[in-house]
């Protein structure tokens, strides 16, 4: 190890949560936040538990949304969600992608009407990016998965995991 690598290293640790404090942060980060195969995943019970929203713009969703979900953009959920949405229901939010918080700012409607709510990271782009079906104005939609988001056998070497159509890296 290099003098340069051992200085990075040592900043890059200099401040460092404790165990219970880290514990504590993924923990709570994992309530709040949910992945796109996981949400692909739940979606494909028969019962998933959960209502899908995709909190974009009329043209968004009429360019693609996920199958399943309701399109309710985020300005006016405080208006309308309990007209949609039973009142507890747990809720997923998702909008385009990582540069955008219209999730954010979903979540955090449905959190003040009460709702149990998580936040799709990735949300519209990283479902198509990791090669799931999309819906759009003109019918159903799919591209081949990005293989740099969905590890398959075909993809980067590693330890991929895989769970029925469901790929994943982790």
């Not at 640790?13 to 949910?34: I, N, P, W, Y």
């Not at 507890?88 to 540069?99: D, E, K, L, S």
């Not at 449905?110 to 003109?138: I, S």
Request: charged content about 15%.
């Amino acid at each position: 190890m290099t003098q340069t690598t051992t200085l990075a290293a040592s900043a890059l640790f200099e401040h460092v949560a404790s165990q219970s404090d880290a514990v504590a942060h993924f923990r709570g980060r994992l309530g709040f936040e949910s992945d796109v195969s996981d949400v692909a995943a739940g979606l494909s019970e028969t019962e998933p538990g959960f209502v899908l929203v995709d909190a974009r713009s009329d043209a968004s969703w009429a360019q693609g949304h996920v199958p399943g979900a309701i399109h309710l953009p985020w300005r006016r959920i405080a208006a309308e969600a309990s007209e949609r949405i039973p009142s507890g229901t747990p809720v997923v939010v998702y909008c385009w992608g990582p540069a955008c918080n219209g999730g954010t700012r979903a979540a955090l409607e449905f959190a003040l009407l009460g709702h149990p709510v998580k936040e799709m990271l990735g949300g519209f782009e990283y479902w198509v990016r990791e090669g799931f079906a999309y819906d759009t104005a003109e019918g159903p939609a799919q591209l081949a998965p990005d293989a740099l988001t969905n590890v398959t056998a075909a993809g980067l070497a590693g330890g991929a995991v895989t769970d029925g159509s469901i790929t994943c890296a982790c």
